[in-house]
């Protein structure tokens, strides 16, 4: 067991980590650390060295997770990781968090020399926000042998398509099935994230065992109209592309809220009229829709809902909305074993191991097609995520990752190789 000093001492360090990580930014004033970009590469060699500091060795696979192998040796892998990149404007913990207290979870198994009868990868993957392209979670799923290849023909808003972007990254994407685990060796996934949500804080607990991970809807919406010159075309002759959509999303927050009960969620977070000029009626609006439920069942109705809306909207208005589904994930429970296996880990801490659902998705959905999956949630400030003013303090990161060192144990106890 780690003493309070030790646990206070990696908890600084982790903060330190993650602030040198958030130094790699494609610009000076904001995070922004997109897929297979130059940053992405910086950041991945930085956390190359770290692993290679804490003892372990280095591959990097096709879609350029880096991996971190502790004990080599062993056939048997418990898998620990999360990802490297981040929203636009990002703060410093979502993702590289959880690679971090990989990190430094192998560095002090490694300093006491621990016996275990597994070896240890840590993975940092590089596409989870799906902030580059409209995939998320690729790395992952690659890792999990899910990769979907006909997402490579997928382009970036530059045009740029995830096919060249891997090739431009010095990546052959020939060599995405190989990255796949072989599910026998592999002993399990765990993953520590920052909750970015309010329940832990308001519970005054640091630590939370995730019970599973909320399935999540993402489609890019098209609405075609006609463009027009804004002085001269009366409104009842228009055909704003624009306007529609404002009515659009409004349909969409109402049947969201309908929903409430089941955890609905549902948001219009990128939007973009064309042409874009002030004297012009907006022709084309593209826009993303993003739509979480508890029951997937659920969420496929209220995506039904919101089509028939689109239609009863666009026709009056002379326009054309047209849906093209980006990516789905179902409702994902974590293995009940290993978050019996958590909850015993944060119990030995002296913290009741509170149990919680996860709204935001995480590369432990796409592992979950592999392995048993484990996540553990650390408390943040005010809840706030995807936003510059996410915090998690020192101690709480610190004692996350005490409780990954003893979840390392436990599980290695309970002879799950
Ligand atoms: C990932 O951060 C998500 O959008 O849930
Ligand atoms: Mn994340
Ligand atoms: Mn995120």
Not at 131 to 137: A, G, K, V
Not at 144 to 150: H, T, V
Not at 319 to 332: G, K, Q, S, V
Not at 381 to 397: L, T, V
Request: glycine share 10%.
């Amino acid at each position: 067991m780690m003493t309070a000093e030790e646990v206070a001492a990696i908890g600084a360090r982790a903060e330190a980590m993650l602030t040198e990580l958030a130094a790699i930014s494609a610009e000076p004033k904001r995070l922004i650390r997109l897929y297979l970009t130059p940053e992405h590469r910086r950041a991945a060699d930085l956390v190359g060295a770290w692993m290679r500091e804490a003892g372990m060795t280095i591959t990097e696979d096709a879609l350029g997770t880096v991996r971190g192998h502790w004990r080599p040796e062993l056939n048997k892998r418990l898998l620990v990781g999360s990802h490297i990149d981040t929203v636009i404007d990002a703060g410093k913990y979502d993702g590289p968090l959880g690679v971090v207290a990989g990190i430094l979870a192998v560095r002090a198994l490694a300093a006491r020399n621990a016996a275990l009868p597994f070896g240890i990868d840590v993975l940092a993957f590089g596409d989870e926000e799906g902030s580059r392209f409209r995939t998320t979670l690729s790395s992952s799923a690659a890792c999990a042998g899910i990769f979907d290849c006909a997402s490579l023909a997928i382009a970036d808003a530059d045009g740029v398509t995830f096919a060249d972007a891997l090739r431009d990254y010095g990546k052959d994407p020939d060599g995405i099935a190989a990255a796949a685990y072989d599910a026998s060796n592999v002993v399990g996934y765990v993953e520590v994230h920052i909750e970015q949500g309010p329940v832990l804080e308001a519970k005054n607990l640091p630590l939370g065992v995730v019970s599973g991970i909320i399935g999540q809807s993402r489609i890019g919406v098209v609405a075609r109209g006609e463009a027009g010159h804004a002085g001269t075309v009366p409104m009842h002759l228009r055909r704003d592309a624009l306007a529609g959509v404002a009515e659009f999303m409004t349909a969409v927050e109402t049947i969201a809220r309908k929903h409430a009960g089941d955890s609905m969620v549902a948001t219009v977070g990128r939007i973009e009229a064309f042409p874009g000029a002030t004297n012009v009626i907006p022709g084309r609006v593209v826009f993303s829709l993003d739509i979480r439920s508890a029951t997937d069942a659920v969420r496929e109705e209220a995506i039904q809902e919101m089509k028939a809306a689109a239609v009863r909207i666009a026709k009056p208005r002379g326009l054309y909305i047209d849906f093209e589904p980006a990516h789905a994930t179902r409702t994902t429970g974590c293995t009940p074993f290993l978050q019996d296996v958590m909850a015993d880990a944060i119990a030995s801490l002296g913290y009741q191991p509170f149990r919680l659902a996860s709204g935001a998705g995480h590369d432990a959905l796409s592992m979950a097609k592999l392995c048993p999956i484990a996540m553990l949630f650390v408390r943040c400030r005010g809840g706030i995520s995807h936003n510059p003013a996410e915090f998690a303090s020192e101690a709480d990161m610190g004692l996350s990752v005490a409780a990954l060192v003893r979840f390392i144990e436990i599980l290695a106890a309970k002879g799950a190789a």
